[in-house]
């Protein structure tokens, strides 16, 4: 008995069948399409008051140059000394003489006061500081990422030790009750109003340095 010749199949209906199957497809799906956030921009202002000029004795000079040497206040130190030198800038008495006048007149050396409304401490004198931040160019990840976590452990350190004096807890220990206590939260925030993290970080530039 011969073999049956087995009839070749017709490739192209089926390509037509592929083709048409793939309009219905395309016809039917729904695509979904990213319409973008809604926004209007404000209306332009009128008058524009320029921000106030910063008494440069309220200013924490930082610079980093790009072998990773810190200078601070002009003076060449260790990061390891910046957290002191950092909170001893920072820092500010709530029981400063009542006397003392807004522009912190003869004393030269320290940051300017302003008395300040703090909810549950009341009435108080806190300091103006802000710190300037510059690095080099060539300032290395890991300095720039030590500079950041001194200056931070500084006012931890400082809102620790007041939030103990005021309250009988650390910061910390207020800042993980703030979620479940209104009191607690209070506090936390009378905390950061006497010690506002001001740390202002210009952009890095060619500050000195052999690299």
Same mark, same amino acid.
């Given at each position: 008995?011969?073999?049956?010749?087995?009839?070749?199949?017709?490739?192209?209906?089926?390509?037509?069948?592929?083709?048409?199957?793939?309009?219905?497809?395309?016809?039917?799906?729904? *695509?979904?399409?990213? #319409?973008?956030? =809604?926004?209007?921009?404000?209306?332009?202002?009128?008058?524009? &008051?320029?921000?106030? @000029? +910063?008494?440069?004795?309220?200013?924490?000079?930082?610079?980093?140059?790009?072998?990773?040497?810190?200078?601070?206040?002009?003076?060449?130190?260790?990061?390891?000394?910046?957290?002191?030198?950092?909170?001893?800038?920072?820092?500010?008495?709530?029981?400063?003489?009542?006397?003392?006048?807004?522009?912190?007149?003869?004393?030269?050396?320290?940051?300017?006061?302003?008395?300040?409304?703090?909810?549950?401490?009341?009435? *108080?004198?806190?300091? #103006?500081?802000? =710190?300037?931040?510059?690095?080099?160019?060539?300032?290395?990840? &890991?300095?720039?990422? @030590? +500079?950041?976590?001194?200056?931070?452990?500084?006012?931890?350190?400082?809102?620790?030790?007041?939030?103990?004096?005021?309250?009988?807890?650390?910061?910390?220990?207020?800042?993980?009750?703030?979620?479940?206590?209104?009191?607690?939260?209070?506090?936390?925030?009378?905390?950061?109003?006497?010690?506002?993290?001001?740390?202002?970080?210009?952009?890095?530039?060619?500050?000195?340095?052999?690299?």
């Amino acid at each position: 008995m011969g073999k049956r010749d087995i009839s070749e199949i017709n490739a192209g209906s089926m390509a037509d069948i592929a083709f048409l199957l793939l309009i219905f497809f395309l016809v039917t799906t729904t *695509m979904d399409t990213d #319409k973008g956030l =809604i926004r209007r921009l404000p209306p332009p202002i009128d008058n524009v &008051e320029p921000p106030d @000029k +910063v008494n440069q004795r309220n200013i924490f000079e930082i610079l980093v140059n790009a072998n990773d040497q810190l200078l601070v206040e002009g003076e060449y130190i260790q990061v390891t000394e910046l957290r002191a030198k950092a909170k001893e800038f920072i820092r500010s008495s709530p029981s400063y003489p009542k006397g003392i006048d807004e522009n912190n007149s003869g004393y030269l050396n320290m940051p300017a006061f302003k008395m300040t409304e703090i909810p549950i401490l009341g009435n *108080m004198y806190v300091s #103006k500081q802000i =710190i300037s931040l510059q690095n080099d160019n060539g300032t290395s990840y &890991e300095m720039y990422i @030590k +500079v950041q976590n001194e200056l931070v452990a500084a006012y931890n350190e400082l809102r620790n030790e007041f939030a103990q004096d005021k309250f009988g807890k650390s910061y910390v220990e207020l800042v993980k009750q703030a979620g479940s206590s209104d009191l607690a939260k209070d506090k936390m925030k009378a905390v950061k109003k006497v010690f506002p993290q001001r740390i202002s970080e210009a952009e890095p530039k060619r500050v000195g340095g052999d690299k």
